[in-house]
């Protein structure tokens, strides 16, 4: 008696163990792990907006759209990207179609008195971007700057 | 007799378990998860400079800078950030008052002939900021380049 | 016999507790720490080329050479770098005979319409180079944008 129930509770222990041990590695139980990433843009060249607009459609050409979770932050000199008379604006509205989540950061927009209604109507918003990026990391996303 | 005994050790094993896990995930024991950033500074632009500075203000601002370590990094161009006539010296002052770490990379200053008295007398040293740099990630801290 | 048979299980759950922890932590079970770093160049300016290799450099006179995973992945308009006429190609010939992996994007190849014969004979290939960086930093490797 004693030993079936010792028996039954190591298994338990164990199971919790190895489930716990997962989760901090960010693998699901079946061991399958989703690709996650954010992509900073700081900077107000419009050819690095190009870039990571092109660095986000071929990561979803090449691991699979639905397997990728992408968020572009744009925030300090980066925030015109973001705005409604972009240059890259029809690429940002495609992007957002495809999936990936656009964030402008609302810090550099009160510094530079933009308005929602200056910016691209498909994008989020974040209270302050370089926050988001911190965050994002420490949840287990990897980082990439255009 | 054997199961109390069985029962304490069961539930010793459990909580070493979870206390193992929330280290490996970088929280503490109460759940909360303190926040960390290492920022680099390898451009010779003090436009960069200030970013840099504006970037750890406001990720102090945002969240409180008692709950965020802040290190920013300075090697190779970047160096220039942390001499003693630096432009933006007042800055890193005021950064490292408010509890920012300020760091120049020995390396880099003896590649430039730079002595600690060429230096803003507020910042502190590493032996190589690259190295530097990539155990802070080892360790768990987000990384942000402006 | 129940309680001996007890202890030896209970001792070998947290054994097993502990390695499980020490994988998620990415150390191996003597304590120590393999580094791991992969090197973003995604820039079409020589002198960031330079940059990434003294980086690669640094890192290995300041942690020794075999105790450091370092990947340089160049992709975008960072794969000049690794083309056959690129002025940094013998320092890249000697960074991987240093034991520095050095990739280049298959993806940028085939948009810039490069083929091997073209490119560095000393470097290998990943079919997306924004891919490769993901899955590093997801495997826990540390990474640096020169």
Known sequence: MNRRLFI???AATASATLLIAAQAQGTGTSGTKRHKIVIQMSDADPGKWNLALNNAKNLQDDVGATNVDIEIVAYGP???MLKLE???ASRVDDAVKAGVKVLACENTMRGQKLTKDDMNGAVGYV???VTEIMKK???GWAYLRP
Chains 1, 2, 3 share one sequence.
């Open 127 to 129: 209270p302050a971007g």
């Open 137 to 139: 990391q420490a949840e």
């Open 78 to 80: 980066g925030i015109g």
């Open 86 to 88: 972009s240059p890259v």
């Open 8 to 10: 039954q509770a190591a």
